[in-house]
C-alpha cells in the first residue's frame, strides 16, 4: 500500500501550547498536502508543500518536508480549542495523476480548553 | 473558495437496496471527481476516479458493478452502491478539482454521506 503513516495517532494538549505532527510516505512525490477533518465531516484543505520546498508557513501553521527522509510535519503554534479535529496528510505520488491524493492515517488532536 | 455539496448526509437502507449519493461542485465545472470511502477512525481510501463523460477508473479491489459511478456532467457525481449489504457501511466522501485553479494541486470535499445498511 501507498499509504503514509502518521504519527502520534492521538495527542492531546492543552489550549495554548503548540501541536506537532508527522507523516511518512513511501514514493517520491510532487506534493504534500495537509486537512483537517472535524469529526463525521468532510476535508478542509490547510496547505500544500511541493517537493522542492522545504518549509511552509500559513497563520499558526508551518509545515516541513524532508524530501530525503519521505517525512513531513505539521506544527500548529497556539493551538485552540477549535483546533479539535483529525488531520491527515495526503500525497500525490510523482509521476501520478495531479489529483490522485494518497492519504496518511492521520492524527487525532483534542486541545483541551 | 469552491464548494462542493453531497447528498444525501446520512441514510439508512435496508440490506438488498441500492442507494444513489450525488456529488456536486457548485461554483466551478470539475472534469473529474474522487468518491473516497472512509471506516470509523481510519484514513481515507480512495475508491474510483469519476471522468466526466467517460467510464470511471476504479481503484484494486473495488468492484465496480457494486458501486457505479455516473459522472454526466461538469457539476455532478453520483456514487449508486447497488444491492447493499451491512459491511457496506460507512462513511462516502467525494472529492473535486477547481480546473480554474490549475496548478494549486487543492482538492475540495464534500461533506459525506454517511451510509448505514440494517
Known amino acids: 500500500s501507498q499509504q503514509g503513516e502518521e504519527d502520534p495517532q492521538a495527542l492531546s494538549i492543552q489550549e495554548g501550547e503548540n501541536a506537532t505532527m508527522n507523516c511518512s510516505y513511501k514514493?517520491?512525490?510532487?506534493?504534500l498536502q495537509w486537512y483537517r477533518q472535524n469529526s463525521g465531516r468532510g476535508l478542509v484543505h490547510l496547505i500544500l508543500i511541493r517537493s522542492n520546498e522545504r518549509e511552509k508557513h500559513s497563520g499558526r501553521l508551518r509545515v516541513t518536508l524532508d524530501t530525503s527522509k519521505k517525512s513531513s510535519s505539521l506544527l500548529i503554534t497556539a493551538s485552540r480549542a477549535a483546533d479539535t479535529a483529525s488531520y491527515f496528510c495526503?500525497?500525490?505520488?510523482?509521476?501520478?495523476?495531479?489529483?490522485?491524493?494518497?492519504f496518511g492515517t492521520g492524527t487525532l488532536l483534542a486541545v483541551q480548553p | 473558495g469552491a464548494v462542493v455539496s453531497q447528498h444525501p448526509s446520512r441514510v439508512i437502507c435496508k440490506s438488498g437496496t441500492s442507494v444513489k449519493i450525488e456529488c456536486r461542485s457548485l461554483d466551478f465545472q470539475a472534469t473529474t471527481m474522487f468518491w473516497y470511502r472512509q471506516f470509523p477512525k481510519q484514513s481515507l481510501m480512495l475508491m474510483a476516479t469519476s471522468n466526466e463523460g467517460s467510464k470511471a477508473t476504479y481503484e484494486q479491489g473495488v468492484e465496480k458493478d457494486k458501486f457505479l459511478i455516473n459522472h454526466a456532467s461538469l457539476t455532478l457525481s453520483t456514487l449508486t452502491v447497488t444491492s447493499a449489504h451491512p459491511e457496506d457501511s460507512s462513511f462516502y466522501i467525494c472529492?473535486?478539482?477547481?480546473?480554474?485553479?490549475?496548478?494549486?494541486?487543492?482538492?475540495?470535499f464534500g461533506e459525506g454521506s454517511r451510509l448505514t445498511v440494517l
Open positions: 514514493t517520491s512525490i510532487n506534493n
Open positions: 472529492s473535486a478539482r477547481d480546473e480554474g485553479l490549475a496548478n494549486t494541486g487543492e482538492l475540495f
Open positions: 495526503a500525497t500525490v505520488p510523482y509521476g501520478g495523476a495531479t489529483n490522485k491524493l494518497i
